[in-house]
């Protein structure tokens, strides 16, 4: 657990008069207040719905979804792990050069079920597919592959409850990547209408999955154009008040209303 969630945790009980117990190295929590008992482990709340959680979690599932709603989604393409014979190997080998010849000579590939930016790869030299696909091979089951999208900035939602809660811009500073923890920057000022745009999109992405807490990060292209490019069930702010310490209530209200939503009577 992080030092952020923890400490969160902690103020969130004690405004709340909510016992409290951290167990399992911290990656569970005990609540308990008028002899209900509710859990969370580390990110996840539990208010969204099992399938929903999937949803969000299974990149190719999330883009599938979208899709067949119309919601402008980043193009995803599946690719399971093709087992342990060579000649499998070289077939998925084969499909995902297909698709890079396809897409411009240019992709993206990364776990099917990654967040935080971890084992993503831009390609943009073919030769490099055969290792990196066989190095994510032995860490995932699934792996999804996307044409490469110049993208001007991210954009990251908090929603809870069908309700926009924060919304902040990620800029780029020395890598490819626009996770705050590969050194993006957090920047709070989007212009009123572009913003507009985003919150419609994400409310439309959010009422499609069924989700209740949520963080959904949404791309802006070169040409101004919007794309959804994942749906988080955990919902981290930590990255975020690590550069703005002065978000500290506004992100811990948010999260205490999370925690209240779970203590109500359903």
Known sequence: MTFFLKKIIIDICKELNIKYKFISDEYITILEKNKKIVYLNEYLFGLNSEVSSLLCDDKYAMYEVLKEFNIPVIEYKLIWHPGNTKEDINNKINEIEKYYKEHHNHLVIKPNLGNS?????????????????????????????????????????????????????????????FNLSKGS????????????????????TNNILKTKFVTIDIIEDINNNLYVLEVNSRVTMAKYIEQHKEDYEVVKNIYKDAIEELFKDN
């Open 117 to 177: 930016g971890i084992n993503v790869y831009q390609i943009k030299n073919e030769k490099e597919i055969e290792s990196i696909f066989k190095d994510l091979l032995s860490k995932t089951n699934s792996i999804c592959i996307n044409p490469f999208y110049n993208i001007k900035n991210e954009y990251r939602v908090l929603m809870l409850n069908n309700e926009v809660r924060f919304i902040y811009k990620k800029e780029l500073t020395n890598s490819w990547q």
């Open 185 to 204: 920057l957090a920047v709070k000022e989007i212009d009123d209408e572009l913003k507009n745009k985003i919150i419609d999109l994400a409310m439309k």
